[in-house]
C-alpha cells in the first residue's frame, strides 16, 4: 500500500525531500544522498489508480481532469504532520504509465539560527516596511522555507497585515501579531497578477507571492513595490544578476529603461540559495549568494551594467553581501560539503 509507506517515510526520515511513484516500480525516495528505493516490492497499477482516484488527491474524475490539463494533475494534501504537493503525470506513450512525484512539505517554521549566512539579511528584512524582497534558485532549494521565515518573524512581532498569493498554499500561518490572509492561486484567485492586483485594493502592509511567471506579475509586482509595501517573492535563477535579466527580459528593449530605474528604486535585496548534500550525505546544508542594493548596486542596475554586478557583491562584503561560490568555499573549508557537490551546486567554476 502507498499511504502507509507514504506516512513511514514522512515520520521516520526527516531529511527526505520527495518520493517518486510509477507503476510496476518501488516506490523511491529522495533524500541528501541521491534517490533510494524504500523496498523492493513494486507498485502495482491497481494500488496507484486507487490511490490517486481517492478523494484526497484526484478524486473518482481524476483521469478526466488529468487529459484535461494536458496530462498532469497537480495539487496538495495534509498528511499528520506534513503537507504532501504531487505532480501526476503519464510516461511511455502508447504505453500511458503513471508517475506521481511528491515533495514533502515539513510542519513548522524552521529557526533562523537554522540558516546559515542568511541570519543576518534575514533578521534586517524582518525590521523592514517598503521594498522588494526577491529569493530565488532551482527547484527544491527551500526558496518558500526561506519566504516563511520571514514571515513568521513578522507575524511574531509587527501587528500588521500580511497577504499571500500561493500555488498552492503550503504552510499555513497562525494569527500571532499580524493578520494573515492566505490566498491560493486556482482555488481563491485565477493567477498571481490578478491577486497582486487585488492585494493594491485590500491594504495588506507585506504581500509575499509564491511565483514571477509572466510579465504581468512582474509588472504588478514593480508597482506593489514601488508604492510602499514590503513585497516578497519566489523565482527560478542562479544568481542576483540572473533574476535581474529574467525580470526585466518580460519587458520589450524600449520598455526595459523605465523597469530598471523602477527595480533600482525598490529593491531591497536578492538572496540566491542552493541545497546541497552534506559530506555524511545525511542532511541539506544550505548555501546562499546575498546582494543588498547600495548606492552602488542601485547605480548598476539603473544603467544596466549588470556585467559588474558579481564583481560589486564580492567587494561588498562589508555591506553584508557575498557570491554563492565565496559561500560554498567557506562550507568546504568547514568540512561541511565536499568539493565535488560545491563544483555542481555553483554557477562559476572557476571560484569553486
Same mark, same amino acid.
Given at each position: 500500500?502507498?499511504?502507509?509507506?507514504?506516512?513511514?517515510?514522512?515520520?521516520?526520515?526527516?531529511?527526505?525531500?520527495?518520493?517518486?511513484?510509477?507503476?510496476?516500480?518501488?516506490?523511491?525516495?529522495?533524500?541528501?544522498?541521491g534517490y533510494a528505493a524504500i523496498d523492493a516490492e513494486p507498485?502495482?497499477?491497481?494500488?496507484?489508480?486507487?490511490?490517486?482516484?481517492?478523494?484526497?488527491?484526484?478524486?473518482?474524475?481524476?483521469?478526466?481532469?488529468?487529459?484535461?490539463?494536458?496530462?498532469?494533475?497537480?495539487?496538495?494534501?495534509?498528511?499528520?504532520?506534513?503537507?504532501?504537493?504531487?505532480?501526476?503525470?503519464?510516461?511511455?506513450?502508447?504505453?500511458?504509465?503513471?508517475?506521481?512525484?511528491?515533495?514533502?512539505?515539513?510542519?513548522?517554521?524552521?529557526?533562523?539560527?537554522?540558516?546559515?549566512?542568511?541570519?543576518?539579511?534575514?533578521?534586517?528584512?524582518?525590521?523592514?516596511?517598503?521594498?522588494?524582497?526577491?529569493?530565488?534558485?532551482?527547484?527544491?532549494?527551500?526558496?518558500?522555507?526561506?519566504?516563511?521565515?520571514?514571515?513568521?518573524?513578522?507575524?511574531?512581532?509587527?501587528?500588521?497585515?500580511?497577504?499571500?498569493?500561493?500555488?498552492?498554499?503550503?504552510?499555513?500561518?497562525?494569527?500571532?501579531?499580524?493578520?494573515?490572509?492566505?490566498?491560493?492561486?486556482?482555488?481563491?484567485?485565477?493567477?498571481?497578477?490578478?491577486?497582486?492586483?487585488?492585494?493594491?485594493?485590500?491594504?495588506?502592509?507585506?504581500?509575499?507571492?509564491?511565483?514571477?511567471?509572466?510579465?504581468?506579475?512582474?509588472?504588478?509586482?514593480?508597482?506593489?513595490?514601488?508604492?510602499?509595501?514590503? =513585497?516578497?517573492?519566489?523565482?527560478?535563477?542562479?544568481?542576483?544578476?540572473?533574476?535581474?535579466?529574467?525580470?526585466?527580459?518580460?519587458?520589450?528593449?524600449?520598455?526595459?529603461?523605465?523597469?530598471?530605474?523602477?527595480?533600482?528604486?525598490?529593491?531591497?535585496?536578492?538572496?540566491?540559495?542552493?541545497? =546541497?548534500?552534506?559530506?555524511?550525505?545525511?542532511?541539506?546544508?544550505?548555501?546562499?549568494?546575498?546582494?543588498?542594493?547600495?548606492?552602488?548596486?542601485?547605480?548598476?542596475?539603473?544603467?544596466?551594467?549588470?556585467?559588474?554586478?558579481?564583481?560589486?557583491?564580492?567587494?561588498?562584503?562589508s555591506d553584508g553581501m557575498h557570491l554563492l561560490a565565496t559561500?560554498?568555499?567557506?562550507?568546504?573549508?568547514?568540512?561541511?560539503?565536499?568539493?565535488?557537490?560545491?563544483?555542481?551546486?555553483?554557477?562559476?567554476?572557476?571560484?569553486?
Amino acid at each position: 500500500m502507498i499511504l502507509p509507506k507514504l506516512l513511514h517515510v514522512i515520520h521516520e526520515h526527516p531529511s527526505i525531500s520527495d518520493i517518486h511513484v510509477s507503476t510496476d516500480a518501488p516506490l523511491f525516495m529522495r533524500g541528501p544522498g541521491g534517490y533510494a528505493a524504500i523496498d523492493a516490492e513494486p507498485v502495482l497499477a491497481s494500488e496507484l489508480e486507487a490511490f490517486i482516484a481517492s478523494n484526497a488527491i484526484g478524486g473518482q474524475n481524476w483521469r478526466a481532469n488529468l487529459i484535461a490539463q494536458d496530462g498532469k494533475l497537480d495539487g496538495a494534501v495534509d498528511l499528520t504532520n506534513s503537507r504532501v504537493r504531487y505532480s501526476i503525470y503519464e510516461t511511455g506513450g502508447q504505453n500511458h504509465t503513471l508517475n506521481i512525484v511528491m515533495r514533502i512539505i515539513r510542519r513548522g517554521i524552521l529557526p533562523m539560527d537554522k540558516m546559515g549566512s542568511l541570519q543576518p539579511i534575514l533578521r534586517d528584512i524582518t525590521t523592514r516596511g517598503k521594498g522588494l524582497i526577491i529569493i530565488t534558485g532551482p527547484t527544491g532549494a527551500g526558496k518558500t522555507t526561506t519566504m516563511n521565515i520571514v514571515l513568521d518573524r513578522i507575524n511574531s512581532e509587527r501587528p500588521c497585515h500580511i497577504m499571500t498569493i500561493e500555488d498552492p498554499i503550503e504552510q499555513i500561518h497562525i494569527k500571532k501579531q499580524a493578520i494573515i490572509s492566505q490566498r491560493e492561486v486556482g482555488t481563491n484567485l485565477d493567477s498571481f497578477a490578478s491577486g497582486l492586483e487585488g492585494a493594491m485594493r485590500q491594504r495588506p502592509d507585506i504581500i509575499a507571492v509564491g511565483e514571477l511567471l509572466d510579465r504581468e506579475t512582474v509588472e504588478t509586482l514593480f508597482r506593489a513595490a514601488d508604492s510602499g509595501h514590503l =513585497v516578497l517573492a519566489t523565482t527560478h535563477g542562479r544568481s542576483a544578476r540572473d533574476v535581474i535579466n529574467r525580470l526585466l527580459g518580460f519587458f520589450t528593449a524600449d520598455e526595459r529603461s523605465q523597469r530598471r530605474q523602477i527595480l533600482a528604486s525598490c529593491l531591497t535585496c536578492i538572496i540566491s540559495q542552493v541545497l =546541497v548534500p552534506s559530506t555524511s550525505k545525511q542532511e541539506w546544508v544550505l548555501a546562499a549568494e546575498i546582494l543588498v542594493n547600495t548606492s552602488g548596486i542601485r547605480s548598476i542596475i539603473a544603467s544596466g551594467n549588470l556585467a559588474q554586478l558579481p564583481a560589486a557583491i564580492q567587494q561588498g562584503r562589508s555591506d553584508g553581501m557575498h557570491l554563492l561560490a565565496t559561500d560554498l568555499a567557506r562550507l568546504v573549508r568547514e568540512g561541511r560539503i565536499n568539493p565535488a557537490q560545491a563544483r555542481m551546486a555553483s554557477y562559476d567554476d572557476g571560484i569553486v
